[in-house]
């Protein structure tokens, strides 16, 4: 990546911070950052861009419209796939066992592990989206909605972490570009320890996303809820001719 500024970039969280998928001179790349702060002055400052981390948290409720209906056009097969967001106040929370007492005694419910230890990134996103110096339109995009958008509305029946199921997700990302051959050199850059090749597919259908005209998205629900913050709480994908039950609220 030079120093040009970019348009349009594709997020997802890894290990070593955040891998974004961009174009640069018509070719689709893989770049880690270890901050989105760090990426800011690449971005222009009109770019589209589209994070799989969510965008906007309740103070008090747990239950974020966008995930419900996330969850329920991802019926059977990916439901599993959108996590429960907890509330702001618990996100801020560093020990798991006080924040799985706080999320009961707040929403009744408890707290998973995998969702725990996402709330270093959360925090991360839900700070920097009210930063001054941000640059960008920034988006919620969550992969299996928009892989789910592109296989024409029915989500995808295999998981992303067999063969098969990477094969079907990197099929559908076609018209970005040289898919294997960007997953191949991101692969030699970073070692295992700081990226998976999960990662890049999540990231590179975010930018897929980020790169389509307006008219050429959905966003679940249509009206978005803000919070506090006056962050959206919506989740954007790929439009296309949908067949299965996505449902816009």
């Not at 861009?49 to 056009?73: E, K, N, T, W």
């Not at 988006?139 to 592109?150: D, I, K, Q, T």
């Not at 597919?201 to 996303?209: F, G, K, P, W, Y």
């Not at 959905?218 to 996505?246: C, E, S, Y």
Request: hydrophobic share 40%.
């Amino acid at each position: 990546m030079n120093n040009s500024v970019l348009p349009a970039v594709g997020i997802d969280g890894c290990r070593a911070g955040w891998i974004v998928a961009y174009r640069h001179e018509g070719c689709v790349a893989l770049r880690l950052f270890t901050s989105l702060a760090a990426l800011n002055e690449r971005l222009a400052s009109d770019a589209s861009v589209m994070i799989d981390m969510p965008i906007g948290l309740h103070v008090a409720d747990s239950v974020r419209q966008c995930d419900v209906l996330a969850r329920r056009c991802l019926s059977p097969y990916r439901s599993t796939s959108v996590f429960g967001v907890p509330p702001r106040p618990i996100t801020r929370i560093g020990d798991y066992a006080e924040a799985n007492a706080a999320s009961r005694e707040l929403t009744g419910k408890g707290l998973s592990k995998q969702s725990f230890y996402l709330f270093p990134k959360i925090r991360e996103v839900d700070d920097w989206l009210i930063n001054e110096h941000r640059q960008g339109r920034w988006s919620e995009c969550h992969p299996e909605v928009a892989f789910a958008s592109l296989n024409g509305g029915l989500p995808l029946e295999e998981s992303k972490k067999t063969d098969l199921g990477r094969q079907q997700r990197i099929d559908l990302l076609r018209e970005v570009g040289d898919v294997d051959g960007c997953l191949a050199t991101a692969l030699e850059m970073y070692p295992r320890r700081a990226l998976l090749a999960d990662d890049c597919v999540d990231a590179l259908v975010c930018l897929l996303t980020a790169e389509r005209p307006q008219s050429e998205r959905i966003a679940i629900p249509d009206n978005a809820f803000h919070d506090a913050r006056g962050l959206a709480m919506q989740i954007v994908a790929p439009a296309v001719k949908l067949t299965g039950d996505f449902e816009r609220g």
